[in-house]
C-alpha cells in the first residue's frame, strides 16, 4: 500500500459546526503533515507530526486542532470556521522527518472544503 | 530563508510541441533538495523527480527532463512532446533538510495541452 487517503473528499461546513477529516497511511512512515491549499495558490504547511508527536505548528488558528492517534492516522478537527478556511486541505507522510526532505513526501488527494 | 520562484503563471500549448517549465530558487544551504510536482484536476501531488544539491547532472525520464544548473540556481523542467495529459499544474519545491524539514512550494504553473 502505497497510498495516502483522505476523508471525506468533499466537505461544506456551517461556521458553528465541528468536523474532522481524516487521514490514513499504511506505508510505515512516522511523519506526517497537513498542508492547506488555496485556489491557484501553492500548499502551505500547517502541521508537522514526527512520531506521533507535534513537531511544527506554523502558527495555525486554534480552530485548526490537529490530532495523530497513532502512527497510521492523523486528523485535524475543525471548529467555528470561517467562509476564508474554504480550500484544499492536503495530508502527506514521509519514511520520517529527515528522509521526508530529502526524499519527498507522499500525498494524499486532499479533502475540498467549503464553509459557508 | 527559502525561496522558490516560478514565474510563469500559465502556459498554453498545442499537443506535441515542447515546453519549459522555469524554477528559480533561492537557500542559503549549501544542502538541499528540489522537487517537481505535478497536481492534476483530482488535487494530489504526483511526485515527479528529486535533486540533490550536490549532484548537477541532468535527468531525462521519457518525454520529461530536468535541468538542473546551480550557477544561476534554477532547476527547469521540460517537457517534449506534450500530450493532453500532462495538464496539470506543476510545482517545483525545496527542502533543506538540516534547517526546516518542510517543503517550500513555488507559486506553481498550470500548464494546459490543446488538442
Known amino acids: 500500500d502505497t497510498e495516502v487517503t483522505q476523508t471525506p473528499k468533499h466537505l461544506v461546513m456551517g461556521m458553528t459546526n465541528k468536523k474532522s477529516l481524516k487521514c490514513e497511511q499504511h506505508m510505515g512512515h512516522r511523519a506526517m503533515y497537513w498542508y492547506k491549499q488555496k485556489a491557484k495558490k501553492p500548499p502551505e504547511l500547517m502541521f508537522v507530526?514526527?512520531?506521533?508527536?507535534?513537531?511544527i505548528n506554523e502558527s495555525v488558528p486554534s480552530r485548526f486542532s490537529p490530532e495523530c492517534p497513532n502512527s497510521s492516522l492523523l486528523n485535524l478537527h475543525l471548529h467555528a470556521l470561517q467562509p476564508e478556511d474554504s480550500a484544499l486541505y492536503l495530508c502527506a507522510s514521509s519514511q520520517d522527518l529527515g528522509t521526508g526532505a530529502f526524499a519527498g513526501y507522499t500525498f494524499g488527494s486532499g479533502t475540498r472544503l467549503t464553509v459557508v | 530563508a527559502q525561496k522558490v520562484t516560478q514565474a510563469q503563471t500559465e502556459i498554453s500549448v498545442v499537443e506535441k510541441e515542447d515546453v519549459t517549465l522555469d524554477c528559480v530558487y533561492e537557500t542559503r544551504d549549501t544542502t538541499y533538495y528540489l522537487f517537481w510536482y505535478k497536481q492534476p484536476p483530482s488535487g494530489e501531488l504526483v511526485f515527479l523527480i528529486r535533486?540533490?544539491?550536490?549532484?548537477?547532472q541532468n535527468e531525462i525520464s521519457g518525454r520529461y527532463s530536468w535541468n538542473f544548473q546551480k550557477s544561476t540556481s534554477s532547476f527547469n523542467f521540460t517537457i517534449t512532446a506534450s500530450q493532453v495529459v500532462d495538464s496539470a499544474v506543476y510545482f517545483c519545491a525545496l527542502s533543506d533538510p538540516y534547517n526546516n524539514n518542510d517543503m517550500r512550494f513555488g507559486a506553481g504553473t498550470r500548464l494546459t495541452v490543446k488538442p
Open positions: 507530526y514526527s512520531y506521533e508527536k507535534l513537531s
Open positions: 535533486r540533490n544539491s550536490f549532484d548537477e
